[in-house]
């Protein structure tokens, strides 16, 4: 079981959000994301870049989307095209680098994904926003956690999405599903988490992104 350091073995069920209406849980989770980051949630990006990615950030906002299914709160992800030069094939969430007509991260979120989902704007309410976080391709990231209100009917992008599912939050924010990993570049160890879900692998930044948001819940 891996569970948040300080936190010790908390379940999910545990959280005064899974006992909250919708409209409650709403305002909880706006509550929370005023506050300030736990640094729990704040030293999960490791530093690395890989060769070439070197050198100043790049601004990038990807949407963490709550959707309010009736069995309880769930998570959507999208699988990335194999063709894509960054991370390709690989988990994440709607999202990509800020450009110049944004006015902010979270029209930069909203943006990239009616781009690559057919998400409409209008079905999404943006609760907060979660530490930034620097990637190994050299983007520094800012999660804008929203709520979506079903029904939504998703027109996902062939070039960049190859899928789209949905995991339950209450999953992902169990403890014993939470896992850490390393690899060895050379002598270089990197570590990273994931959390695997039936066929689907989460890793890397996407599951750092929430393990992010799991400390930030949780946060006293």
Known sequence: MLAAPGFGPLRPMELPLFHLSPAEQQAWLRDRFERPAPKSATDLSDGFRLPGREG??????????????PDGLTVLFTERSADLPDHPGQISFPGGRIEPEDADAIDAALREAEEEIGLPRDRVQPLGRLADYETVTGFRVTPIVAWIEPPIVLKPDPVEVASVFEVPLAFLLEPGNQQRHFRRQGELRRDYHAIPYGERYIWGATAAMLLMLDRTLRAE
């Open 56 to 69: 100043v950030a790049t601004p990038a906002a990807v949407l963490v989307p709550l959707v309010n299914r």
